[in-house]
Structures are given as structure tokens and as C-alpha cells.
């Protein structure tokens, strides 16, 4: 089981990335996907989330509107759209994927899987 994220870098302050999520060897379908984030010396946080089977979506109030979370279902990856981004976003991001479905504001402590990262920096 491999999730692999690619699409981080150095940006300014309201410039745009697009994170992706490559996922291999499990049933994707059956999964709901995860952006997760982490600052140094901060709390790992959730971000948004999708439900492949229904393409559901929730977002965390401090990226709702700027981050836009899709599946490419024949690719089995998931995208994070970040546009408008703030310093504050500077973050390392994971992807990760757990059995379940989509619950508003809800991210689990202990995904089945995750994936090694991807390092976002806001410069202001």
C-alpha cells in the first residue's frame, strides 16, 4: 500500500499549488482520502477530505474557500487546489486514507495509511 504525495514548494502569499495524492494497492473506492497538515512545533491538523464513493467533501473552517479537494477516480489520485495561500499554511502535508465515510470536522487520529509528505512554504 503506497500513498504518495507530490506538488509542494515555496510560494508567495497568494500564490496557488496543486498537492497530489498517487494511492496503490488497496481498493481506493472504498476509502475516504484526507489532506492532513503539520507546522513545526504545532499539532497535526485536517484539512479537507473525500469520500470516493460518493465524492463527498468537508473542509476545516481555516481553509474552507481556498482549498478545493478532487479525485481523479481513473488515476486513482487525489488533488488539494491551493489557491490564495497565507503564511499561516506553511505546512508539511500528508495524505491519508481510511475505511469509512466523510463526517464534517471530523479527522481520524490513526488513519490506515499514510503517505511520507510534502513540504509547503508561504513566504509573506
Known amino acids: 500500500v503506497q500513498l504518495v504525495e507530490s506538488g509542494g514548494g515555496l510560494v508567495q502569499a497568494g500564490g496557488s499549488l496543486r498537492l497530489s495524492c498517487a494511492a496503490s494497492?488497496?481498493?481506493?473506492?472504498?476509502?475516504?482520502i484526507a489532506w492532513f497538515r503539520q507546522a513545526p512545533g504545532q499539532e497535526r491538523e485536517g484539512v479537507a477530505c473525500?469520500?470516493?464513493?460518493?465524492?463527498?467533501?468537508s473542509y476545516a473552517n481555516t481553509v474552507k474557500g481556498r482549498l478545493t479537494i478532487s479525485s481523479d477516480n481513473a488515476k486513482n489520485t487525489v488533488y488539494l487546489q491551493m489557491n490564495s495561500l497565507k503564511p499561516e499554511d506553511t505546512a508539511r502535508y500528508y495524505c491519508?486514507?481510511?475505511?469509512?465515510?466523510?463526517?464534517?470536522?471530523?479527522?481520524?487520529?490513526?488513519?490506515?495509511?499514510w503517505g511520507q509528505g510534502t513540504q509547503v512554504t508561504v513566504s509573506s
Open positions: 491519508a486514507a481510511y475505511l469509512g465515510r466523510v463526517v464534517a470536522g471530523f479527522y481520524p487520529t490513526d488513519p490506515d495509511y
Open positions: 494497492g488497496f481498493t481506493f473506492d472504498e476509502y475516504v
Open positions: 473525500i469520500a470516493r464513493g460518493d465524492g463527498g467533501t
